[in-house]
Every structure is written in structure tokens, then in C-alpha cells.
């Protein structure tokens, strides 16, 4: 959906932690989705996002994250630092002025959201 919206001189930068799901994405997904790992906009980095996050600044116009089951429903507890203090300040900084976050999450989280 993101790249159905994006002008052709766009990047997206994909952060996935598991080769496997790229894999998996490249072949019997692709299909089914449009092959939007084909897409030449699309720059696929196998590395956790709090690593990318961390090694950023002021690089995106917005960071999607779509981890775990949201704020406080972790896949991975070390994924916890996303959504505290510490990843909330380094994806500011790794926003452009005026950025946007988004965070997919499977449930309402109004401590989150505060």
C-alpha cells in the first residue's frame, strides 16, 4: 500500500530481523503481494530496526513499525526498547523535521499513546 502512494524517485527502507522472511517474500509470497520486493524503491536491510533506528538521523519521512503485537504484546522482549523512552528518541532522531511515526498494534494502548 505504501508504494501504491509514493512518487517513482521514493525509498522505502525495509528492516527485517529473519532472512528467512525476506526469502519467503522473494519467492512463494511475492505473487501475492504484487512483488513489492522487486520494486526498485525498495532497499531490504537484514538487521533489527533498532539497529537502523540507532544508526540514523534525520534520514526518513516516516518509520512504519509493524513489530511484534504492538506496544506491550512482545514477539521479543528486547523489542520492549522500541517503545520506551530510548526508541521513541531515536526514532525522533531518525525522522526528518516534521516526520511522521506509525505503530501497527493488535490492540488499543492508551499508555502507549500517552
Known amino acids: 500500500a505504501t508504494l501504491d502512494v509514493l512518487p ?3 525509498t522505502v527502507v525495509v528492516a527485517e530481523l529473519v532472512a528467512g522472511v525476506v526469502d519467503w517474500n522473494r519467492g512463494p509470497l511475492g505473487p501475492l503481494a504484487g512483488h513489492p520486493l522487486k520494486d526498485r524503491r525498495v532497499v531490504v536491510e537484514v538487521t533489527p530496526v533498532e539497529h537502523l533506528l540507532r544508526a540514523t538521523k534525520a534520514r526518513f519521512d516516516a518509520v512504519l513499525l509493524d513489530v511484534d503485537n504492538g506496544p506491550s504484546a512482545f514477539t ?14 531515536a526514532t525522533k532522531r531518525a525522522l526528518t523535521v516534521g516526520g511522521t511515526l506509525a505503530v501497527w498494534s493488535a490492540h488499543e494502548d492508551r499508555r502507549f499513546e500517552q
Not at 76 to 89: H, I, K, P, Q, R
Open 8 to 10: 517513482p524517485d521514493a
Open 76 to 89: 521479543t522482549l528486547g523489542n520492549e526498547w522500541l517503545y520506551g523512552d530510548a526508541g521513541l528518541a
